[in-house]
């Protein structure tokens, strides 16, 4: 058996230990800052507000590790790589040898270095530790939040359902900008707002003031005050590579890997948001996931290449539907369509150049997401539905198609599932081969993240 030792344990390193597992011929030796194993962070946020648990998102627990005999060192920081020597040395106990070594390290939260950011109440948002010094707060306190993105505007509305008098503070001048236009971050912030949360934008951080040792408010460049009993810092991450450049590993942005995952060193390889591929980061599941495939095959002296796919980004912010693909930055050589229906709080933004779909934004009514990223993916020509392209796939003709019979004319490689990168055609083979019920259909597809399908479509069902 030859010696594997993995540095991280998140949603990357996860789905590397079940590959290498169901490959065989490696002693394998995660280690882990956090005192567990594998968890699904996207699921932090329902962690936050109550509607699921800890224990729930967890995915690899205790025993599943002991199952498959894999030599856990969680709880434990990695102090030092030695590459001559081949080792791992941990903040306890003696130095572990390996034949590979895969770098998972991730990435760290970004903390704004105010004056008083150190004091305790100021933390970020990032894994489960994090998650519950958020929830210790008690209704009736207060809290501020620095960071209009996903991760800010999730803590925020999950402190808020708690009962929390939370104020969203944003630098620029609409929420989620890398995702949403201005007018979609618009939508967004009228109705956080409606819900009760204050929202910000446009406002810089000052200082942060404090009383014996804690955190008592957040005060902005223009000198507003605001009380808090917590402030929490979403305003986004680094790739985590110091362990990887006192190694003298070659790196960016992130740390260098070629199409194989593997680093300036032969015997090192990486996956995860610390990696930079082709002078690109990668930040979500879905090629997270591909990385930890390709990994494993070139641990397994077999050939494979990671590419860095188009993806789309759809998401739920507080009960809100959002969806985004693609470039939507304006340029003279674009045209747009846009859809509004203010009374159902929807929005939808199409940008188009030289009859191709180029980028899309969606507020509320995002069922059509999916149809529109493979139009961007796949760059199709789309002159004779340009009258109709807005209204989605069933309009597709000229008037309204049975929804059950755009569903069956999907093409084979229509991304159902994101995150584990699961197409159409995988699901109508795992119908063909006999799954009928949701359970079989998540196991023969290998969709592990219950949240990804939901219903199998009538059209999808054999006859």
């Known amino acids: 058996m030859k010696n594997l030792v993995i540095i991280g344990a998140g949603m990357a390193a996860g789905r590397l230990v079940e590959h290498v597992i169901e490959q065989g011929g ?245 996956v995860d948001k610390c990696v930079e591929h082709q002078g690109a980061l990668v930040g979500l599941v879905a090629p997270l996931y591909d990385q930890s495939r390709v990994a494993a095959k070139t641990l397994g002296c077999e050939l494979a290449a990671f590419v860095n796919r188009e993806t789309a980004t759809k998401l739920k912010v507080t009960g809100c539907d959002l969806f985004s693909a693609g470039d939507f930055a304006e340029d003279d050589a674009r045209d747009d369509i846009v859809f509004r229906d203010p009374a159902r709080g929807v929005y939808k933004r199409l940008v188009l150049q030289d009859n191709r779909l180029t980028g899309a934004v969606m507020y509320g009514d995002t069922a059509d997401g999916g149809w529109f990223h493979g139009l961007i993916k796949d760059k199709t020509d789309i002159a004779e539905m340009r009258d109709t392209l807005i209204f989605g796939p069933a309009f597709q003709g000229g008037a309204a198609l049975d929804p059950m019979a755009a569903v069956a004319a999907l093409p084979a490689d229509a991304e159902i599932c994101g995150c584990n990168g699961i197409c159409n055609g995988r699901i109508v083979e795992a119908i063909e081969g006999g799954a009928s019920t949701l359970e079989t259909l998540r196991a023969i597809a290998d969709a592990a993240d219950k949240r990804n399908v939901t219903t199998v479509p009538r059209a999808l069902k054999p006859r």
């Open 26 to 270: 490696w002693t394998v030796t995660p280690f882990n800052a956090e005192p567990r194993g594998t968890y699904d962070r996207i699921m932090l946020s329902p962690v936050l507000t109550g509607d699921t648990t800890c224990d729930e998102i967890v995915t690899h627990d205790g025993a599943f590790y002991v199952e498959n005999g894999v030599h856990c060192r969680f709880g434990e920081r990695v102090t030092a790589i030695d590459r001559a020597a081949r080792t791992v040395t941990g903040e306890r106990g003696a130095p572990v040898s390996y034949d590979k070594l895969v770098i998972a390290t991730g990435s760290d939260p970004f903390m704004i270095p105010l004056p008083g950011h150190y004091l305790e109440g100021v933390i970020a948002y990032r894994d489960l530790e994090d998650t519950k010094r958020i929830m210790a707060l008690r209704p009736g306190q207060k809290a501020v939040v620095i960071g209009g993105g996903l991760l800010g505007l999730e803590a925020a509305a999950g402190r808020h359902a708690g009962g929390i008098d939370v104020t969203v503070v944003h630098l620029t001048g609409h929420l989620m900008e890398p995702q949403l236009d201005e007018a979609a971050g618009y939508l967004l912030r009228k109705e956080l707002v409606g819900r009760g949360i204050k929202v910000l934008c446009s406002s810089d951080s000052n200082k942060i003031l404090g009383e014996n040792g804690r955190v008592k408010a957040l005060v902005l460049d223009n000198g507003t005050e605001l009380p808090c009993d917590l402030v929490c810092m979403a305003v986004g991450i680094r790739p985590s590579t110091a362990l990887a450049q006192t190694a003298g590993l070659a790196g960016g942005k992130g740390i260098h890997v070629d199409d194989q995952m593997v680093t300036s060193d032969e015997d090192i390889l990486a």
